[in-house]
């Protein structure tokens, strides 16, 4: 059964993660992709129907190449229609906006996805106010942007990285966050600034931070979970939390040779802790293609929760 939240009826709980104190995101993006997947084959089954997902590239960035490849395999795995529309590193302004406009008025593309960072020179804020908001299944358009600040999120696509935060969040403290207290430590504009207001949507009392605030174990040991999305690794360390803390770490460091760490330091003396990697990622890329599902209901006028 999904909920207004967009996925599970209720979170499993975090005693069951697979160790102590360590909240990964596997099982829960398992669920979403059972959804995902029913979804899918009744459209299949009874109208022949496959959404068409189409991925944007504007720039000779090889990371994104390597995205975009990784994207494809996995929509071809779910049965969606997945193309790219290459733009290339010579790409001008107009020209990635006219690819959105396009994309954004043909009704055989369901969702539309610009893959960052842009070549230099252009202007991602710029280009996305060219995708239309109910394709936009990584929920970074203005448009989705204010429903969520608006308290509009069921006419929303939000984006997947808050939401699996406030999963995460939830198969910890409860499905009812009302009450909670949580400190968003990064308030930007991808996954702290959605975050605070989607949270703020559930009932949460929100302490917002940054790198730059002060005595920030003072500030942050009333509240009932950290959430860190600076984008500077070891960030938050013991001295800032406390045991009855939940840490969830949506921070993105790419190491020295190979990997990624968090914002976070590993094995925080915490209640529970989201690793990095393996806690916010699966997730993340299990609710975009949810995202699709949705778009693909809301551009039909279909009912939503």
């Known amino acids: 059964m999904q909920r207004a939240d967009g996925g599970l009826a209720k979170p499993r709980s975090g005693g069951k993660s697979a160790e102590p104190h360590s909240l990964t995101g596997k099982h829960l993006a398992e669920d979403v992709m059972a959804g995902v997947r029913a979804a899918l084959g009744e459209w299949e089954a009874a109208e022949a129907f496959r959404p068409h997902l189409v991925s944007v590239l504007a720039s000779a960035d090889p990371a994104s190449a390597v995205y975009v490849e990784a994207k494809a395999r996995r929509a071809r795995k779910l049965g969606v229609a997945f193309s790219v529309r290459n733009l290339g590193a010579a790409a001008t302004q107009d020209d990635l906006h006219a690819a959105l406009d396009g994309l954004s008025r043909d009704d055989s593309v369901h969702g539309i996805m610009l893959e960052l960072p842009l070549a230099p020179g252009l202007d991602a804020d710029e280009a996305l106010l060219h995708v239309a908001h ?67 949507n559930r009932g949460v009392t929100v302490t917002v931070c940054n790198e730059h605030t002060r005595d920030l174990g003072s500030v942050l040991a009333g509240v009932d979970a950290v959430v860190v999305a600076v984008g500077r690794a070891g960030l938050l360390r013991p001295e800032h939390v406390q045991p009855h803390h939940v840490v969830i770490d949506a921070g993105i460091n790419v190491k020295e040779g190979s990997g990624v760490e968090g914002d976070a330091a590993p094995g925080l003396p915490v209640r529970a802790q989201s690793p990095v990697p393996g806690g916010v990622g699966p997730l993340t890329s299990a609710l975009m293609y949810q995202n699709l599902v949705r778009a693909v209901r809301l551009q039909r006028g279909e009912p939503v929760e």
Request: charged share 25%.
């Open 134 to 200: 109910r394709k936009d299944v990584e929920g970074l358009t203005p448009g989705n942007l204010a429903l969520i600040a608006a308290g509009r999120e069921p006419e929303a696509l939000l984006p997947p990285t808050p939401r699996s935060v406030r999963f995460l969040l939830r198969s910890v403290l409860g499905d009812d966050l009302r009450g909670r207290r949580v400190a968003v430590v990064g308030p930007g504009r991808t996954v702290g600034r959605p975050l605070t207001f989607m949270l703020n």
